[in-house]
């Protein structure tokens, strides 16, 4: 099957550490994003990459980490230095990087819940 | 810039129709979205509506776009208990890159 696959569901954290949410997709996107959700505050994107070894920052990128080694993967860390990092991160991709057709619209992974102890 | 608005929160009986409304600002949006997000799950790509159609239909959804106005809604007919859920409106973002921005979603619970 193909599809957006995240892990762990559910996560927990102590305060000071480094942690890593996995996003790994077999649809063979080129674009993949990374989304940090709050209670009614919708969507925030953290980072997203148009092609592998590249990625730009998104609105609130600060306090968190991505690599794009791979095209089937995006893994996000959220590092210490993030001071409020208890939320739903979700991941998605699209199949088409840039352009104005059809190919913009984003697929989401189930999504990792962080909770900070 | 990019400034996606929507009402928080709906009630509707089951059977009834419901309507999700949604403003924009970018006008240069080509493509806008609809996503559904149940509890604890990832959004879902409901359906989208080109810039030059005023109208889709698709099943129990209807979108309708009003372009003069950035005017954005969904209707559903013959609510369901399945469709209660948070749904998203998202417009295209340009400019050299390809993002999406999202309103802050509209609860909708359907009441038996």
């Known amino acids: 099957d193909g599809g957006i696959t995240q892990s762990p569901k559910y996560l927990f954290r102590k305060e000071g550490q480094n942690v890593t949410l996995s996003c790994e997709q077999n649809l063979n996107h080129d674009a993949m994003y990374w989304y940090r959700q709050d209670p009614g505050q919708g969507l925030r994107l953290i980072y997203y990459?148009?092609?592998?070894?590249?990625?730009q920052k998104g609105d609130i990128a600060e306090g968190y980490s991505v690599s794009r080694e791979k095209k089937e993967s995006f893994p996000l860390t959220v590092t210490s230095a993030q001071k409020n990092p208890t939320a739903f991160y979700l991941c998605a991709s699209s199949p088409k990087p840039t352009g104005t057709g059809l190919g913009n619209e984003q697929f989401f992974g189930p999504g990792t819940r962080l909770t900070v102890l | 810039g990019e400034d996606v608005e929507q009402s928080l929160f709906l009630s509707v009986r089951e059977g009834d129709s419901s309507v999700i409304n949604c403003t924009y600002t970018?006008?240069?949006?080509?493509?806008l979205y609809w996503y559904k997000q149940e509890p604890g799950a990832g959004l879902q790509l409901l359906t989208y509506i080109f810039s030059n159609m005023d109208m889709k239909q698709d099943q129990r959804l209807t979108v309708l776009l009003n372009k003069k106005d950035k005017h954005l809604s969904l209707r559903i007919a013959d609510t369901q208990t399945g469709d209660s859920a948070i749904y998203f409106c998202?417009?295209?973002?340009?400019?050299?890159?390809?993002?999406?921005?999202f309103g802050k979603g509209n609860q909708v619970v359907v009441i038996p």
């Open positions: 998202a417009e295209t973002v340009y400019y050299g890159n390809n993002r999406l921005a």
């Open positions: 970018d006008s240069s949006s080509t493509y």
């Open positions: 990459s148009q092609i592998v070894n590249d990625f």
